[in-house]
Each structure stands twice: as C-alpha cells, then as structure tokens.
C-alpha cells in the first residue's frame, strides 16, 4: 500500500464536505491513507481505510474529524500504536448505528494497541500526599503525560458509533497499560456515546478522574474490568452500560476513589454485568478478581436498575465491599445500589476479613423486575456476524 502521509491534508481538505449520514450514498468510493505522528492542523478525513502507525497525536487547539464508517487499523508489528488526544485537542468521531467508526488490529490479538486515550484538564483527587488529594498526576499509559486541573466542563471532542477492538496494550516496562478507551480528567463537555470496546487485553473503560459521562457503552470480552475508574471520577449522566465477559475477565465494575473521602461519586443508571460460564480471571481462578462489582479505597457511587448474571465461582458475589474505607462510604450514604436483579446463584454482597456491612435503609434494593441496560442492536454492536447484546 503507499504511504499517503503527505497527502493526508490533501485528502482532507478535498473531502471537507463528504460526511456521510445514513440518508446518503453509502456507495463512495472509501479514501485509503496512514495516520502517523502529531497532527497540527485542523482536519477532517474522508470516509475511508486508515493505517494507524505509532502513537498518532492530536496536538491542543486541533480538531480532527473522522467521517462515518471509516475503519481505522493499526499492526501489531510495528510496535506500540494509538490514538491520543491531548488536553486541549478535540476528537470527532460520529459515527451511525449503520455505519459505526472501527478501530481495529488485523491479528485479531487482544492487547495488540493501545485503543484511545483522551487527556483533559477536568478535576481529579488523587491519592493523598501528606493528607491532601493530588489534583494533578502522570499518566499510567507509557506516555507519561500530566492530568488534572479545574476546567470541569473541559470538551475533549465527541465519540458516537465507535467501536475499539483488540486494544489494551501492555508496555514493556510492565507497569505501564493502556486500555480499550481512557479518559484522563475529561470533562463534561466531552460527548461519549454508544461505544463498543472489544475483546481488549486490559479494561474496556477507564475514567482517571474528570468530569465526563458516557451513555450507551458496551464492554464485550476485555481481559481485566469491563468499567474502571479512579483519581476521584464523578460523571453524573451515565445510562445504559452492558458488560458481557467471555474467557477471560476480573471485575464487572471496579470502583475506586484512590483513598480519598470524597463528597461527590458518579450515578449510573441501567447497568448489565454479565458472564459467561467457564470465565476465569487474568490471574487464574484463584486470583479472587471475579466480582461483579468491587468498592475498595473510598469507592463509592449510586447505582440503579441493574441486572447480574453468571457471577457464580466459588468465593464471587455481585458487590464486594473490599476494605474499611469503602465501608464507610456505605455508611455515609454514599454507596447506594437499587432495584438490583441478581440471576444464577450470585450471592448479594460479601467483604473481606471481618468487616460488616449494613447498608442504611433503601440504599441496597432488590427487584425481580429490573431490566439492566437497554440497547439496540446494529452494525455498532455486531461482530464478525455476532451480536454482542446477548
């Protein structure tokens, strides 16, 4: 294939004016190019198939927008590969139900690139420092760049009909992780709507702080957790999460507020954490990560409508309250799960070593009518042929 980096502006600004919708020919011929290094300058690229090589940047002040049904692939072979936005820069991805933007690996290898990463400068409460909450940290992505800020209603871009597969890239340094889609300190601002993360070797979403929400989000096969936060994250309009766990799979929902004592948590609604049987975790069975949903450092959150299913390995539960810490978050009020359906033979709730849980009063509620996350089927959530709303 030749390499169209120098012509990449060239395509974009003469297909400016070529966004497909679903009321538009869909019979286009699709531009074929290569992503790499910063970009600078505003761009839109054409509807097409994209080589994602490197570590491709979009640099504070830049808007790039991609057109529906454009596939964006990166190799495995050429080393560490993503697609970053940094603090400042924006990302538009609209993609359609019929016509979804991919980004995908052809190896089909789970942990093969490092999906998306968005910075922001959005609020965050680190882990303490001599008593007080970190308001600013590095990222744990490889690229070591700063998070953090004040801008609440910082606006990173919008992701709608995106699907991420095959990410979760493990860095050599072994420490270092990136996962299907990670926002640091995002803001409200930031629109993130019906997406998929697919079959990654790390989680499916990680929130590092920040402000933002996501509505219509779909965790399908990721190794570690298929929703993860820290670093004190407290969006409050997500609705409609669906988790599917398949091979291999730690927690649905792992929740964390790196032992701070927040007053603020996030609030999810419709939420579906399910798992298929013979699933067992990164580690083995035995590594005790099999929990629907884990609180540990301060966790906290109100939850509603919620559905669990498969969760069934000796020693899981659908919520583990995991130290003293994230038990005082229930006894302030601040962990508050109901209208919860739990399936199969998962038990409600459980701890580690001698803590004792008493929810007050209406904060944990069970429901034989829940209905968990409502989806709709499409090109956006189909792979290979399979629908991943099962």
Partial sequence: MKKLILSLSILALT???CSTTDDEDTTQTPVVGELTGSITSNRTIAFGNYTLKGIVTIESGVTVTFDAGSTITANAADGVDAL???????????????QPIIMTEPSA???????????????????????????????????????????????????????????GKKITDGTSEMNGFSFY???????????????????????????????????YGNFDDSFDWQ???????????????????????????SNNNNAFYPLVSNITLKRAAGTVTEGGS????????????????????????????????AVRIQDANSNTQVNEGKIKLTSVKINDNTTQFATVGTITVNFPTANYTLSSSATGASLTAGAWATVNGVNLIQ
Avoid: C
Wanted: no cysteine.
């Fill in 109 to 167: 290898t789970p942990g093969a690139w490092g999906g998306i990463i968005m910075y922001g400068d959005a609020p965050i409460t680190g882990a303490p420092v001599n008593g007080v909450a970190v308001a600013s940290k590095n990222s744990e992505d490889g690229l070591n760049l700063s998070y953090g800020g004040t801008n609440a209603a910082h606006n990173g871009g919008t992701l709608r009909y995106v699907r991420v597969e095959y990410a």
């Fill in 286 to 317: 035995s590594a005790a990560e099999y929990d629907a949903i884990q609180f540990k450092k301060h966790g906290n959150g109100h939850f509603s409508n919620i559905v669990i299913s498969g969760y069934t390995t000796t020693g899981a539960t």
């Fill in 84 to 98: 970053v936005v940094k603090n400042g820069g924006k990302l538009i991805m609209n993609g359609t139900a019929a």
């Fill in 15 to 17: 297909f400016t004016g």
């Fill in 231 to 257: 670093d004190g994250w407290r969006g409050e309009n997500n609705t409609n999460w669906y988790a599917y766990q398949v091979t291999t799979g730690n927690f649905g929902m792992e929740i964390e507020s």
């Fill in 185 to 219: 300190s995002v803001g409200s601002g930031t629109v993130l709507e019906n997406l998929v993360s697919y079959k990654g070797a790390d989680d499916g979403f990680e929130w590092y702080g920040g402000t933002v929400s996501g509505k219509n989000l779909i965790s």
